[in-house]
C-alpha cells in the first residue's frame, strides 16, 4: 500500500475528533493515506464515519484501533487520584466520571473488520493475538502495529504484522507502547535504526515530524513513509477543538509527557492541570481517561489534554490536501539536495 501513493505522507489517526471523514479523504484524494481513529467510538459510530469516508473517496485509507490495556491496574492508585481531582471537580462544577475500565468495544470493532474491509489497519496500545491479526488479514486489509521498542516490534512481526508505525518519543498525544511502564522514549530516528535492524517490513516513522525536510529524513533513515498528526489539527478538515488549535497557535508553551489526563503516557502542551497532577497520576488506563473526562471538556485550556508534538509551532491553518502536496514536494526537494551535496 505504501508503494503505491503519490506522497509518502500519512496522516495520524487522532482520537477524539481530529480524524474526521473529511480530513481522512482529503488526505488519501490528494495522495496520502489518511487515517480515521476508532478509539472512544462505539462500534456503529465508527461504522457511520467508514461509510461516509468513502462517500468522499475511492482511494484507500486507514483506521486505527485500540488494543485493549493489559496491565494491572491498581485501583487505589485511582482511587487515590480521585480525591486528589476532587477540588478539580468542585472548581468547575462537574462530577468525576466513573474509572470503570473497558475494553473500547473491542470485540464489536473486531466484527466490525469483517465486514468494512479497510485497506489498512492499524493497531496502538499493544499487538493483537496472531490469530487476530490473520482474521483482520483474512478480510483484506494490511495490517500494521504501533510500536516504541524493538521488542514490541519484533513481537508485532511474529504475531502477523505487514508492517510497523514506529513513534519516537517526539510525538504528541499517547505513546503506542504495549505497556504502560517502563516505557521506551528513544527518539524517532535512532528508534527507526534499532527497528531496522531488528525486523524486515515496511516502516512508517512518527514523532514530531512537521515539514518535507522531517519526511525526506526519516525516509533516508529506513522509512517507507512518514505518518504526521499535529501538522494535521489545524487543517480546515480537521475536528480539533478550537481551543485546542489556538493553543498550538500560541506557539510558545513547552510540551512534556504525562499521564495525568488519561493514565496513559501523552505527550501535551504543558497547562495548570499537567503541571499540578503529573506527579500522582497512577498507570490506570482508561481508568484515569474516564475519570476526567468532564474536567477535560469544562471550557479552560489549563484543564484540557493539548496534545501536541516537539514540533506542534509550525502547525498551519491550510487545507489537508495542500499540507500533503507540500509535503511530498518538500521530501523529494530535500532528498534532490542531498543527493546534489555528494555528487
Known amino acids: 500500500m505504501l508503494d503505491e501513493l503519490a506522497h509518502p505522507v500519512v496522516q495520524a489517526p487522532m482520537a477524539g475528533g481530529g480524524s474526521t471523514p473529511e480530513l481522512v479523504a482529503a488526505v488519501s484524494n490528494a495522495g496520502g493515506l489518511g487515517f480515521l481513529a476508532a478509539g472512544y467510538l462505539s462500534a456503529a459510530a465508527v461504522r457511520d464515519q467508514i461509510t461516509r469516508t468513502r462517500e468522499l473517496t475511492d482511494q484507500p485509507f486507514g483506521l486505527n484501533v485500540f ?6 491496574v491498581d485501583t487505589d492508585g485511582v482511587d487515590a487520584y480521585a480525591a486528589e481531582l476532587a477540588e478539580e471537580a468542585e472548581r468547575y462544577g462537574v462530577a468525576l466520571g466513573d474509572p470503570s475500565g473497558g475494553d473500547d468495544d473491542w470485540a464489536a ?3 466490525l473488520l469483517s465486514t468494512a474491509h479497510v485497506p489498512v489497519v492499524s493497531f496502538t496500545f499493544g499487538c493483537p493475538a496472531p490469530d487476530v491479526v490473520a482474521e483482520v488479514k483474512r478480510h483484506g486489509s494490511e495490517v500494521y502495529v504501533t510500536v516504541t521498542a524493538a521488542d514490541e516490534a519484533r513481537e508485532a512481526v511474529a504475531a502477523g504484522a505487514d ?3 514506529v513513534q519516537g518519543q517526539e510525538a504528541g498525544a499517547h505513546r503506542g507502547s504495549f505497556k504502560n511502564e517502563g516505557i521506551d522514549h528513544t527518539g524517532l530516528i535512532p528508534l527507526l ?3 531496522s535492524a531488528a525486523v524486515d517490513v515496511p516502516l512508517v516513522a512518527t514523532g514530531g515530524l512537521a515539514t518535507g525536510a522531517d519526511v525526506a529524513a526519516v525516509l533516508a533513515a529506513g522509512a517507507s513513509a512518514a ?8 487543517c480546515q478538515e480537521s475536528g480539533a477543538n ?3 488549535l489556538a493553543a498550538l497557535a500560541a506557539g510558545d508553551t513547552p510540551t512534556a509527557i504525562t499521564r495525568a ?6 505527550r501535551g502542551l504543558v497547562n495548570r492541570f499537567l503541571s499540578a497532577h503529573s506527579a500522582a497520576a497512577p498507570p490506570a488506563y482508561p481508568h484515569v481517561h474516564q475519570l476526567t473526562r468532564d474536567l477535560r471538556k469544562a471550557g479552560d485550556p489549563q484543564a484540557m489534554s493539548l496534545w501536541a508534538g516537539q514540533s506542534y509551532e509550525f502547525a498551519r491553518r491550510l487545507p489537508a490536501a495542500e499540507l500533503v502536496r507540500e509535503l511530498g514536494a518538500g521530501a523529494r526537494s530535500a532528498l534532490a539536495a542531498a543527493a546534489r551535496r555528494w555528487a
Open 109 to 111: 470493532k473486531l466484527a
Open 193 to 195: 535504526r534499532k527497528v
Open 163 to 165: 508492517g510497523l508505525v
Open 242 to 244: 478550537p481551543l485546542h
Open 261 to 266: 489526563f488519561t493514565g496513559r503516557p501523552a
Open 67 to 72: 488494543v485493549p490495556e493489559r496491565s494491572t
Open 227 to 234: 505518518q504526521l498528526g499535529t501538522m494535521f489539527l489545524p
